[in-house]
């Protein structure tokens, strides 16, 4: 036990129905009970949210797991112990312990009689840790052996690898060789002037080794290559005469000065003239507030979109006919012998097409990885009764696995907590953030027209003060939202207001004087407008937090588009991790939740909604379907896993 520094070892079944532990001698009480947390926690978020991986390692805080599962038993081994130890004999330990509760205890395994007494593994568990001691004390003495002439990598050398060749060896004049070379170039040089013309020159005849009669000095040392170069070069052109041709260059026009730069007089405080002052008037001929234009298809959703519609699968794709007519993906798994234990090396040509299939959706290459090792995991060890049930099986375990990553650890519910906040006398605060084109304005547009159909009043306050246009598109969403809810119909109130200060302006301040103004005019919601921004712009991300920390939100929602693959991991990374690092609280804020938009335009390439769940942990609230104020819904697991099977 002297090698074997474990603080807990756990056997359960995935009901979670404890069957056998040992407690480490050395323990306190207080260390005792922070394992029980921690292994509840590994219950929770990886085993139920179907995270196993293939190194089967999880850690929180001080304390590493390391957990094997036995899918024909549905039973999980735990082995906990300090993070900062290196334990390289885990998975050899977890191996035995495995081999011998079954063996032990397989009558009462098959018969699932779980509610037994255990506790006779103890003898077992001390000759398996004797064991895997003998073996690691073999493995350090192997290593610490010299090596033998053949595990050298001398002995992998050939002969013909240690003979040198003429590409590698390099002639190198020596002292007495450089002197002779400089000698004859100066010699060169000064017989510049006795050298004959090219037309009665004689061309030098080449020696045995190559070189020309000009590639030796006086006294027939061998010259190096720039010095013959230079020689030449002087030989050939001491016989020519400069001639100067009598053409003239036809004179160049002349040169127009410099025109003066006409700086801007407000930007460089200088002085307006009037003239100026009236082409910057844009008071003078502005359109009118009320928007009378508004397209019928918005006018006959007034009153019908209150409730949030789930999202369907014709939504997604207008028929079924786009899906593969050979059974779909899960054809592949037909080629498996049923009546026979899933063995690892059965499963992994089928994995591997399984993770095609999802990659070719649209599922991000990290995501698909993880998620067939998962199933992988858990169909590794067990029975499948007939031929019929292997494709079920698989599909199922996939189907369910999905389905888990996709329902949400928390609902979230905006109506209930605006209405909580509306009776604290507070408005309740959404903040919307993400990447340049991905939607954020026209869907809080879409959201701001789901609350006042509620008979909420909103405020949106305009925090992009980087984008050209960005203000003048929420005013013209304003006016339209206004026209169809006008305020004779709601006591004569605005459902919709508009809070902005402008361009170049601190985002985090207009949002807290636009906060402060919703208080003091009590009003329901308020709506922050962020300013699109890519995740590795530091200053921006730290503008983001910034905003986020000083005001504190009540929800934070990515906004990322359904069209995104492998970009939408390091979108949510990078802006979860922004979000922490650059706040100065102690618990900062990160995302939470996701508005996915554009998911009208992918078909059945849904892998994206997969891909950000599995990444942040988060929900998806919404789902933007296409252009009007209505085509917001919210996400329907089934619809989405149904259409990732196909």
Not at 213 to 220: A, F, L, P, R, S
């Amino acid at each position: 036990m002297s090698k074997i520094m474990l603080d807990f070892i756990s056997i359960f079944s995935k009901g979670g129905i404890l069957l056998w532990c040992f407690k480490g001698a050395g323990l306190l009480d207080k260390e005792w009970e922070a394992f029980t947390p921690t292994v509840n926690q590994l219950i929770k978020t990886v085993l139920l949210q179907e995270r196993t991986s293939k190194s089967n390692y999880w850690e929180n805080g001080q304390l590493a797991l390391k957990y094997k599962l036995d899918n024909e038993f549905e039973l999980v081994f735990v082995v906990a112990y300090q993070k900062m130890l290196p334990l390289l004999f885990l998975d050899r330990l977890l191996d035995e312990l495995q081999i011998r509760f079954r063996d032990m205890f397989n009558d009462s395994l098959k018969e699932n009689l779980l509610s037994l007494d255990f506790s006779s593994f103890d003898s077992e568990y001390s000759k398996a840790v004797k064991l895997v001691e003998a073996e690691a004390r073999l493995e350090e003495e192997k290593k610490k052996l010299p090596k033998s002439y053949d595990q050298t990598d001398k002995a992998k050398k050939t002969i013909g690898s240690m003979i040198k060749s003429d590409k590698n060896e390099t002639i190198q004049l020596s002292k007495k060789a450089e002197k002779k070379a400089a000698k004859a170039a100066a010699a060169a040089a000064g017989n510049n002037n006795d050298v004959a013309s090219p037309q009665q020159q004689a061309p030098p005849s080449p020696n045995v080794n190559g070189h020309s009669d000009g590639g030796y000095g006086d006294d027939g040392d061998e010259l190096d290559e720039e010095t013959i170069r230079n020689n030449r070069q002087k030989l050939f052109s001491g016989g020519k005469k400069s001639s100067k041709t009598s053409n003239a260059k036809s004179p160049k026009p002349g040169k127009t000065g410099k025109t003066g730069t006409t700086w801007d007089p407000i930007m460089f405080g200088g002085k307006v003239s009037s003239t100026e002052a009236k082409s910057l008037d844009r008071t003078k001929d502005r359109p009118e507030d009320e928007v009378v234009n508004v397209d019928i298809a918005d006018r006959r959703l007034v009153g019908t979109a209150a409730v949030i519609q789930d999202l369907q699968e014709d939504d997604i794709m207008e028929s079924s006919d786009r899906a593969k007519k050979d059974g779909g993906m899960f054809s592949i798994f037909k080629g498996l012998v049923g009546s026979k234990v899933l063995t690892k090396e059965d499963l992994e040509p089928v994995i591997g097409k399984l993770k095609d299939n999802l990659i070719d959706k649209n599922v991000a290459a990290e995501v698909a990885n993880k998620l067939c090792e998962s199933v992988a995991m858990k169909l590794e060890g067990s029975v499948c009764g007939t031929f019929q049930s292997v494709q079920s099986t698989v599909k199922e375990t996939m189907t369910e696995s999905l389905l888990k990553l996709l329902t949400p650890k928390r609902r979230i519910d905006i109506i209930r907590d605006v209405m909580e906040a509306k009776a604290n006398n507070r408005p309740y605060i959404m903040t919307f953030c993400g990447v340049n084109g991905v939607g954020k304005s026209t869907n809080l547009a879409k959201i701001c027209f789901w609350l006042i159909e509620n008979k909420f009043r909103v405020l949106i306050a305009a925090c992009d003060t980087f984008r050209a246009g960005a203000v003048e598109q929420l005013r013209t969403h304003t006016k339209r939202l206004n026209s169809l809810h006008p305020p004779s119909a709601n006591g004569g109130k605005e459902m919709v207001q508009l809070y902005e200060k402008g361009y170049d302006k601190d985002a985090a301040g207009i949002a807290m004087q636009a906060i402060n103004f919703a208080r003091d005019m009590k009003i329901d919601v308020v709506l922050v407008d962020t300013a699109g921004r890519m995740q590795d712009n530091e200053p921006l991300m730290r503008s983001l937090a910034k905003l986020i920390s000083v005001n504190a939100p009540d929800l934070v929602l990515f906004v990322g588009e359904a069209l995104v693959g492998n970009e939408a991991i390091d979108q949510l990374v990078k802006f979860n991790a922004a979000l922490a690092d650059h706040s100065q609280q102690e618990n900062p804020h990160t995302i939470d939740g996701i508005v996915l938009t554009k998911f009208d335009t992918i078909d059945d390439k849904v892998g994206s909604a997969i891909s950000m769940t599995y990444i942040s942990g988060q929900p998806i609230v919404f789902v933007g379907t296409g252009q009007t104020y209505a085509d917001l819904k919210s996400l329907n697991a089934k619809a989405v896993v149904s259409m990732l099977m196909k």
